[in-house]
């Protein structure tokens, strides 16, 4: 495997990233609208119900031949840890996670979901992570919210509100603001919003939860590989970097499209641009593999990759994007390949050599 990049010339078929499929919920009337609140006693009442709620859901959820505990509130970085999906249905249904950890015998530590804008943080889908030993992983997209006016605290209510519930849950949140920003294909990202602002808005999300004690939340920077070519450009991410006391982990986002692509190549890049901003622990946040790629072969160099480079993991895109590319491992070679690869990895904190279980 070459660490030398593919030149413009060589691929041009490298498309920009296929995006996920998850929708954009409407706010209904009775979400809230541009407000400000105040945070008073009644926030204790507000959090106090929460956590009688999560501990009534956790108790409904919790299935005793899965239950292996929560992870600590901060999380280990230990390389080659972190195995994540997004699986079909969630955060509204369990059942696809439940139908990736059959198939591929492996039980993930972290469960992606996709929040818009004004949706409230999803309790009961994190209380069954937890019971699972696993952590939420929630990307939360700021569809049709002005950028701008979050960085000026136009929404610091539904934040407000958001920050309480992740607090009273208590147990670890990885939380991803406006994903992907230095791709063209989002409101909040490059060629639409600026990266001052994007920036001002990611350090002001932050502060809030930060003022409002939710410090159970690792914050996670998550940006798209980078390429240059004739089908569009994803620029490095350096503009957008909020600094180092905003954000805890990296993510990347990156997919394998075509037999001859490699992780190195593919990956390495953007690992690079990275490196020259933070020395923060990097989880490939969003990734697949179609099986016209030959994914077993991609399964096997994913987590190679993982493992040469010393990142924390992966999060597994298990459906079929919005353009109709499967990601989901169905074949029998590749679900062999996925349990293979995931057997190399230690459950995060424990002591290297215990295979997850």
Same mark, same amino acid.
């Given at each position: 495997? +070459? ?17 996920? &499929?998850?929708? /954009?919920?409407?706010?209904? &009337? ?11 006693? +009644?926030? *204790? ?12 859901? @956790?108790? /409904? ?19 080659? +840890? ?6 079909? $249905? ?22 992606? @979901?996709? +929040? ?36 000026? $605290?136009? @929404? ?11 607090? !009273? ?5 990885? =939380? ?11 409101? #909040? ?22 003022? =409002? ?10 940006? &798209? ?14 503009? #957008? ?7 805890? #982990? ?5 997919? @394998? =499209? ?7 190549? =593919? ?17 490939? !946040? ?7 790629? $030959?994914?077993?072969? /991609? ?5 190679? $990759? ?9 999060? #597994? ?15 029998? *070679? ?17 002591? /290297? ?5």
């Amino acid at each position: 495997m +070459s660490d030398r990049p593919p030149q413009p010339e060589e691929r041009p078929h490298l498309m920009l990233q296929p995006r996920r &499929n998850h929708g /954009k919920r409407r706010r209904s &009337n009775n979400e809230p609208r541009n407000r400000r609140r105040i945070v008073t006693t +009644s926030a *204790a009442i507000v959090a106090a119900a929460a956590i009688v709620a999560g501990v009534s859901l @956790y108790n /409904k959820s919790v299935d005793s031949a899965t239950s292996v505990g929560p992870l600590p509130v901060h999380l280990p970085t230990t390389p080659q +840890s972190y195995l994540g999906v997004y699986a079909d $249905g969630a955060p509204n249904s369990s059942d696809g996670v439940t139908a990736f950890t059959n198939a591929t015998g492996a039980k993930p530590d972290v469960l992606m @979901y996709y +929040s818009g804008w004004f949706e409230p943080f999803k309790t009961g889908f994190a209380t069954m992570a937890a019971s699972r030993g696993a952590v939420p992983l929630v990307q939360m997209d700021p569809a049709n919210a002005s950028i701008a006016g979050i960085a000026h $605290g136009q @929404y610091d209510g539904y934040l407000s509100d958001y920050a309480e519930a992740v607090r !009273a849950y208590g147990h670890p949140v990885i =939380l991803s603001f406006g994903p992907e920003m230095n791709g063209s294909w989002y409101a #909040w990202g490059y060629t639409h919003t600026s990266p001052a602002v994007f920036v001002a808005a990611w350090r002001h999300v932050v502060t809030v939860f930060r003022a =409002l004690g939710a410090h159970n939340v690792t914050w996670l920077w998550t940006i &798209n590989i980078v390429n240059d070519t004739q089908s569009g450009r994803i620029p490095p991410p350096g503009p #957008w970097w909020p600094g180092n006391a905003y954000v805890d #982990w990296v993510g990347i986002d990156g997919y @394998y =499209l075509e037999s001859t692509w490699q992780f190195a190549p =593919l990956f390495g890049p953007t690992i690079s641009a990275v490196r020259a901003l933070t020395k923060d622990p990097i989880l490939v !946040a969003e990734t697949g593999a179609t099986a016209a790629a $030959g994914q077993p072969t /991609k399964i096997d160099d994913l987590f190679a $990759g993982i493992r040469l480079y010393g990142l924390l993991g992966l999060v #597994w895109f298990d459906t079929t994007n919005y353009q109709g590319l499967d990601f989901s491992i169905s074949s029998p *070679a590749a679900l062999a390949a996925f349990r293979k690869d995931a057997s190399t990895f230690d459950r995060p904190g424990s002591l /290297k050599g215990n295979p997850r279980k």
